[in-house]
């Protein structure tokens, strides 16, 4: 099946070739027919898989339709969307998430994604299948204390409900300080 990103999306996307592999470091998503971008929302996904700025995949789709729609109210007055990952490699199946799968400029995508956001999103799912990488990036995170944090009941692909995205609980952020 093929998504696309919702009606009225402009969607920029940010690849690289390394040693033979394709990674993207960064989608940027603005929705005009809500409005100008105000706020900025970013979302850290796990790893890429084909979306583009053409097309969407059903992880980012239904981001899309949670921040723009206004799944919650902290969500008003977002504009523009940054979707990061845990690790860079575009892969869709059987993904093993070894050290050279992060990229090389990862943290510097993510570092620079969060710093333009208002609102941080951790959409890796609850699986934990990646302790390391999701405690660098927290760590990064932990630089940034001002930040509203939300986390998702599971990976958005398989989102559901308006209660998918809840905020962090405190415990949580204090633990990530930590670290």
């Known amino acids: 099946m093929t998504y696309r990103h ?11 070739r390394e040693g ?5 470091y960064r989608l940027e998503i603005t929705c005009p027919a809500i409005g100008p971008p105000g706020k900025t929302a970013c979302v850290i996904m796990q790893n890429p898989s ?8 059903r992880s980012v789709q239904f981001m ?19 979707v990061v990952n845990l690790f860079a490699l575009v892969q869709t199946k059987d993904f093993q998430g070894k050290e ?18 208002e609102i ?3 959409a890796w799912g609850k699986a934990h299948r990646f302790p390391r990488r999701e405690a660098r990036v927290m760590e990064i995170l932990a630089e940034m204390p001002d930040k509203l944090l939300f ?3 599971a990976h958005p692909s398989r989102g559901t409900g308006t209660d998918f995205i809840q905020p962090l609980p405190v415990r949580t952020r204090a633990a990530a300080k930590v670290r």
Not at 8 to 14: E, S
Not at 20 to 24: A, I, K, N, S
């Open 6 to 16: 919702i009606a009225g999306a402009v969607a920029r996307a940010w690849f690289s």
């Open 20 to 24: 033979g592999r394709r990674f993207r």
């Open 50 to 57: 084909y979306a583009n700025d053409e097309i969407a995949d």
């Open 64 to 82: 899309e339709k949670a921040v723009f729609g206004g799944a919650r109210p902290e969500f008003a007055g977002v504009g523009r969307l940054i």
């Open 100 to 117: 050279e799968d992060v990229g090389l400029e990862n943290d510097s995508a993510i570092t620079k994604a969060l710093k333009e956001s």
């Open 120 to 122: 941080v999103i951790l």
């Open 151 to 153: 986390l998702t009941k």
